[in-house]
Nanobody
Framework: QVQLVESGGGLVQPGGSLRLSCAAS???????????VGWFRQVPGKEREGVSC???????WYTDSLKDRFTISRDSAKNTVYLHMNSLKPEDTAVYYC???????????????????WGQGTQVTVST
């Protein structure tokens, strides 16, 4: 089992940037490099949607509407995955979750049901 903790959310003005972090921990010998990690977001009344994912071997996926503004990266030494968000818009306001899957293929067009471990979420609000 993997424990995930998100951080880095907050209030930002339109056009601003944020970096979300997803710090992972597990049993002795755990390494996040063995897992596919995804970022999802959800707004009230809507389904959770995939934002970006990185597979265990470094392949990445982005939802089409965000690929020019968001970047996912991994710091293996810190067992942490980041989501760099630039040129933020009010419609990016949501709770952002990171999740982990032991299935390499889960990075592509991610299905939340394929992710077994989830963080508690971090609120991102883009507003003046």
């Amino acid at each position: 089992q993997v424990q995930l903790v998100e951080s880095g959310g907050g209030l930002v003005q339109p056009g601003g940037s944020l970096r979300l972090s997803c710090a992972a921990s597990g049993a002795s010998g755990f390494t996040l490099d063995d897992w596919t990690v995804g970022w999802f977001r959800q707004v009230p009344g809507k389904e959770r949607e995939g934002v970006s994912c990185i597979s265990d071997d470094g392949r990445t996926w982005y939802t089409d509407s965000l690929k020019d503004r968001f970047t996912i990266s991994r710091d293996s030494a810190k067992n942490t995955v980041y989501l760099h968000m630039n040129s933020l818009k009010p419609e990016d306001t949501a709770v952002y979750y990171c999740a982990a899957s032991y299935n390499s293929g889960s990075y592509y067009y991610p299905n939340p049901r394929e992710y077994s471990s989830w963080g508690q979420g971090t609120q991102v609000t883009v507003s003046t």
